[in-house]
């Protein structure tokens, strides 16, 4: 069975250890390494190559936010769940709007962490409403001050999706990971990924959020 590769960020050592006790009960998961701030998740990520960074946002040297923004841009494919004690929205939509799956709180049960972890891992988007409204407006009004479509892009990029592509839209949406869109629409999991990649190209994104982010934007 293949495991899910985690890499844990805190600067508190009793929350790392915590997270990776717990982690490291459930039999398809497997925690690589934990870093006490962003400079050495940084370091970490590259050399261990997780599939999903569990990341505090408040810490010393390099923050939450300037982790995830650059681990991003040399890893793409890697699921970055942010951390955080309190609901801090600015810092939680910084995040988010440098490629982050989404946040939880840090008073979190156990086992809704766990499932988080696999639904960010199956590319699931972890982000209520009233957090995505709030990035939807931040971005759009990032885009307009530089003219920058690589996230909030217009309409006749939209406008080439294929009728299947749409379909595949409206699921991610929902909230469907890749798996559940491949059974939804009975597919193959490599044909549903073939076809978001195909819209993430359309619409001039790279990852989930952006497009997800994008379609509420244009009002989907």
């Not at 569990?54 to 991003?72: F, Q």
């Not at 008073?107 to 499932?115: E, Q, S, T, Y």
Request: net charge negative; glycine share 6%; with cysteine.
């Amino acid at each position: 069975m293949q495991k899910i590769k985690v890499l844990i960020v805190d600067d508190q050592s009793l929350m790392r250890d915590g997270l990776k006790t717990i982690i490291d009960l459930e039999p398809d998961m497997e925690v690589l390494g934990t870093c006490e701030n962003g400079r050495v998740a940084i370091e970490k990520s590259k050399i261990l190559n997780p599939d999903v960074i569990l990341m505090d946002i408040r810490m010393p040297e390099v923050n939450g936010v300037e982790a995830t923004k650059i681990i991003k841009k040399h890893a793409p494919h890697m699921k970055i769940i942010i951390l955080t004690t309190f609901d801090d929205d600015e810092y939680i939509i910084d995040a988010l709007s440098h490629g982050a799956s989404g946040y939880l709180l840090k008073d979190i049960d156990g086992d809704k962490l766990i499932n988080s972890i696999r639904d960010a891992y199956d590319g699931t988007l972890l982000m209520p409403g009233t957090i995505a409204a709030k990035l939807v407006a931040k971005l759009n009004q990032a885009n307009r001050s530089s003219n920058n479509v690589s996230v909030a892009v217009n309409n006749h990029y939209y406008e080439k999706l294929s009728e299947r592509e749409i379909e595949i839209a409206k699921l991610m949406l929902e909230g469907l990971n890749n798996k559940e869109i491949a059974s939804e629409l009975f597919i193959t999991q490599g044909t549903a990924k073939n076809y978001i990649s195909s819209i993430y190209s359309k619409i001039g994104v790279r990852d989930r959020t952006n497009a997800v982010l994008f379609f509420r934007s244009h009002g989907f």
